[in-house]
């Protein structure tokens, strides 16, 4: 590298010496002799250039090639870690060398670059030397070659030796890690066996479960099909006969209705016929009890019938004393229950008549007539009935305030 950095120096200095035009300050006879030595020089320093240049080159791929194994080495370290630390250890050595000679390799170019003022003022100074300066500097150029190219074999034998050793050194990591993977792949293939292995065992347990779930879905598909046969069945035997219940039942409906309706008939025309009769037989009694009574009797006349009812010709209307304790209103709804009402006075004969029936029971001190006072009517006095008050006969002190009237003993 410094052998091809100082030609390259020496032509540039040389192309100068041509361009600026100094050899003209030469005498002619060793400008010629010069230009014959510059000009072998010259094709020396360009043929020493190009291999220069090829050398460089080759120098520059073994060292990118150098730096890349490097970086796989030092990679390839850290992943083997604790087990191959002392190997590690010599790659690190070894790539610090081959940085010590990269770095000497650039202070060489430095000290060359620092050098170029020198060698321009040299080239200066052989503006006046003569050729024997030249001769005398193409000696030491040619020593230097030598020496370059001495210490440039001592270095790619050296380069030489460090790539062995990291070629060795490539081998053996690569040689673990071929035993690493040969590891890796066996422990890789035993877990494959044991994952099948697993994976067979999951898969038949799975095809035994789908088999029993088949098995289990077409038993209860078939009990589901029969119970839906079983329930269709039912449904149309319970609609069939909820259809019969029903037209059983309408067809009793209306025979009860028919039959209700010709009992309710029957029953109102009994009643009619019932009742006809029995009026006519109590007119009939009357009369009969009329014609028995003798005639000073008839104005005042007492006739009891089988259920204690009494009948007053005057009248022509039947009469009860009820022999129980009760209100006004309480005996309004009793007269209204037997279909009848309180009695109403209208004559001194049916005041009397009232009078002596009241007195048959002789159980209390006094009997309630139809009489009330009407609040809507200023508290006047009014028979139940609505029938007009022609006739009253109040005792001493009557009437009171109270609101309601009966027939009272004398003490």
């Not at 200066?124 to 040619?142: F, G, M, N, W, Y």
């Not at 209100?327 to 209204?336: L, N, W």
Request: charged fraction near 35%; proline fraction near 1%; charge should be negative.
């Amino acid at each position: 590298m410094r052998f091809s950095r100082i030609f390259l120096l020496l032509l540039f200095l040389l192309h100068l010496q041509l361009a600026d035009g100094l050899f003209w300050f030469i005498p002619i006879a060793m400008a010629l002799s010069t230009a014959a030595t510059i000009g072998t020089s010259v094709y020396s320093i360009v043929q020493g250039e190009r291999a220069e240049k090829r050398e460089q080159r080759r120098e520059e791929r073994e060292i990118e090639l150098m730096q890349e194994r490097r970086r796989m080495s030092h990679q390839e370290n850290l992943r083997l870690g604790e087990e191959n630390r002392g190997f590690g250890e010599f790659i690190y050595a070894a790539n610090g060398k081959l940085d010590d000679i990269q770095y000497i390799s650039k202070e060489t170019l430095q000290q060359v670059l620092a050098n170029n003022d020198d060698v321009r003022h040299l080239d200066r100074k052989l503006k006046s030397k003569t050729q024997e300066e030249l001769v005398e500097a193409r000696e030491e150029i040619c020593e230097l070659e030598a020496e370059i190219q001495s210490e440039q074999k001592e270095r790619s034998d050296e380069f030489t030796k460090n790539n062995s050793q990291i070629s060795q050194s490539a081998d053996r990591s690569t040689k673990i890690d071929a035993d690493l993977r040969a590891e890796i792949d066996s422990k890789i293939a035993e877990l494959s066996r044991t994952f099948s292995a697993l994976k067979a065992d999951l898969e038949r347990e799975l095809n035994e479960a789908r088999e029993k779930n088949a098995e289990v879905e077409g038993e209860l598909r078939s009990e589901n099909i029969k119970l839906r046969a079983d329930l269709y069945v039912f449904q149309s035997r319970n609609a069939r006969e909820l259809n019969e219940r029903r037209e059983k039942n309408a067809e009793v409906e209306r025979e009860l209705r028919s039959e209700n309706i010709e009992l309710r008939a029957d029953l109102a025309t009994k009643t009619t016929e019932l009742r006809a009769q029995i009026e006519f037989e109590k007119e009939n009694k009357a009369g009969e009890i009329a014609k028995l009574l003798p005639n000073s009797k008839r104005t005042m006349t007492l006739a009891f019938d089988l259920n204690g009812w009494s009948y007053l010709e005057q009248t022509a209307s039947w009469y009860k004393a009820i022999d129980q304790k009760m209100t006004f209103d309480e005996a309004v709804a009793y007269c209204g229950s037997k279909k009848s009402h309180l009695v109403t006075i209208h004559s001194q004969e049916e005041n009397d008549f009232v009078q002596e029936l009241a007195k048959s029971v002789n159980s209390l001190d006094f009997f309630w007539i139809g009489l009330k006072r009407n609040p809507n009517k200023e508290n006047a006095f009014e028979w139940t009935d609505g029938s007009s008050v022609d006739f009253t006969k109040w005792d001493e002190s009557q009437p009171d305030s109270n609101t309601h009237a009966a027939v009272r003993f004398p003490a």
